[in-house]
């Protein structure tokens, strides 16, 4: 499956940003979705994954702050960032993997270009 990214940019602390993932072909109700992220020098980190089933997890730096949900019927999949804050300045990557997955990037195959988010 392909996968774009759209919806990041330049926020201030305290501020939101909504991402989007939006998925190629016909199959995508039936792939697990997640968003990873990083940093520059720092390895890449997941942060959200949602299931088939509906299904969320959370990295604990932004349980609370972050939601993730997925609509099939546009084949697309959102990240909902609120109350942002310079530590999450990072590229943001959606991925997709069938089955089951976690919040590990071994869990999935496919993934997406990426999308900037700067925190200030």
């Known amino acids: 499956v392909q996968l774009v990214e759209s919806g990041g940019g330049s926020v201030q602390a305290g501020g939101s940003l909504r991402l989007s993932c939006a998925a190629s072909?016909?199959?995508?109700?039936?792939?697990?979705m997640g968003w990873f992220r990083q940093a520059p020098g720092k390895e890449r980190e997941g942060v959200a994954r949602i299931s088939r089933v509906y299904t969320t997890d959370y990295a604990t730096s932004v349980k609370g702050r972050f939601t993730i949900s997925r609509d099939n019927a546009k084949n697309t999949m959102y990240l909902q960032m609120n109350n942002l804050n310079p530590e999450d300045t990072a590229m943001y990557y959606c991925?997709?993997?069938?089955?089951?997955?976690?919040?590990?990037?071994?869990?999935?195959?496919?993934w997406g270009q990426g999308t900037q988010v700067t925190v200030s």
């Open positions: 072909g016909s199959t995508f109700s039936t792939y697990c």
């Open positions: 991925a997709a993997g069938s089955g089951n997955c976690g919040l590990s990037d071994t869990w999935y195959n496919d």
